[in-house]
């Protein structure tokens, strides 16, 4: 696989990015169609599919009923017999209901069969707070499925990689989990016209520092950048990564950066018990013992369900502020 080009200086949104890359790949493949609610002419809640009707038909373009554990299942069916479906579940608390067809069917079938059957199936939608969503629009449950063997989870967090990871989802025979925070969707990077591929499993360094290491999430990104940026006119060197795939992870290069700077902050909107953040503060803990000068620490979202008043949305969530308090803490131990 080749490497991925540089940016280049043509601006588009993150939605923009992941519809340039289906459009791409339906056209490349026959095989390729999608599912959900409002993808037909309407060209999706978010505008996800918008266009592809007019060019593929009804055929390649499937609006679907309420029914999520009936269409994934059906696209269950779909992969397994050589199609290569795109469920468009909107928002991930939606996909939940169908949590018993990803994990028994979806995530086991390649290993039940020996290898004889493939599942390139994507699964993609919205995650993460805001925009006063409330409990049933405003899930973050990546680590949920990262705890199944056998799906791949992908959180880009800029529309440069979105569009290269989106491409390398439909190209590969894996069950994919694509989550795209809400409150990305319309966030605008360079991004090449040309196609290409980013692989799961390698995580990106967003800033390098020396004084302390940040691992964050899709949003959480952009707030630790900010936080960070803040920090480095006050002589802070702080390096973020941005581990892109949480299945595969990239633990190697948390690590090394680890080993670089001596201190760690785990930032995840979800919630802390079990979470991400815990699973790297625990392999840090045990492969980087050694490297470490103050214990890792981890800021997460309050666990708690999501309120619908924009100020208490605002309060559960970790922001730029919080994160900086966290980092300054850390500095400090």
Do not use: W
Not at 34 to 62: K, P, W
Not at 65 to 89: K, N, W, Y
Not at 310 to 321: I, K, N, R, S, Y
Request: net charge negative; aromatic share 6%.
């Amino acid at each position: 696989m080749p490497d991925p080009p540089e940016p280049g200086d043509r601006e588009t949104t993150f939605v923009g990015a992941t519809l340039e890359a289906l459009a791409f790949e339906m056209k490349r493949n026959p095989a390729i169609f999608v599912m959900g609610e409002g993808i037909g002419q309407r060209g999706g809640n978010f505008g996800t599919t918008l266009g592809l009707y007019e060019e593929h038909g009804a055929t390649r373009l499937c609006d679907t009923p309420i029914c999520e554990r009936g269409f994934v299942g059906l696209g269950c069916g779909a992969a397994m017999t050589g199609s290569r479906p795109v469920i468009d579940f909107m928002f991930i608390d939606f996909i939940n209901d169908a949590f018993g067809e990803i994990v028994n069917q979806v995530a086991k079938m390649q290993y039940m069969s020996s290898g004889r059957l493939k599942m390139p199936i994507l699964l993609r939608g919205c995650i993460g707070v805001g925009h006063s969503a409330a409990t049933h629009h405003s899930g973050n449950y990546a680590s949920i499925y990262s705890h199944i063997p056998g799906i791949r989870v992908v959180l880009p967090s800029t529309p440069y990689d979105a569009k290269g990871l989106f491409h390398h989802a439909l190209r590969c025979d894996d069950p994919v989990l694509f989550l795209e925070h809400r409150e990305l969707m319309a966030t605008r990077s360079c991004v090449p016209e040309t196609d290409y591929e980013i692989p799961f499993g390698q995580a990106r360094v967003a800033r390098e520092g020396t004084d302390a290491t940040v691992v964050a999430l899709s949003l959480m990104v952009h707030h630790t950048l900010a936080a960070a940026e803040k920090l480095a006119g006050e002589g802070q060197s702080i390096e973020v990564i941005d581990p892109r795939t949480v299945s595969p992870l990239d633990f190697d290069t948390i690590l090394g950066s680890v080993a670089k700077t001596g201190r760690l902050l785990v930032v995840d909107e979800a919630f802390g018990p079990c979470g991400f953040a815990s699973e790297i503060a625990a392999r840090v803990a045990d492969e980087g013992f050694d490297e470490l000068d103050a214990p890792v620490r981890r800021l997460n979202g309050a666990h708690a369900p999501v309120p619908y008043s924009p100020t208490l949305e605002q309060a559960v969530v970790p922001g730029a502020d919080t994160i900086e308090a966290a980092i300054r803490a850390l500095l400090e131990e």
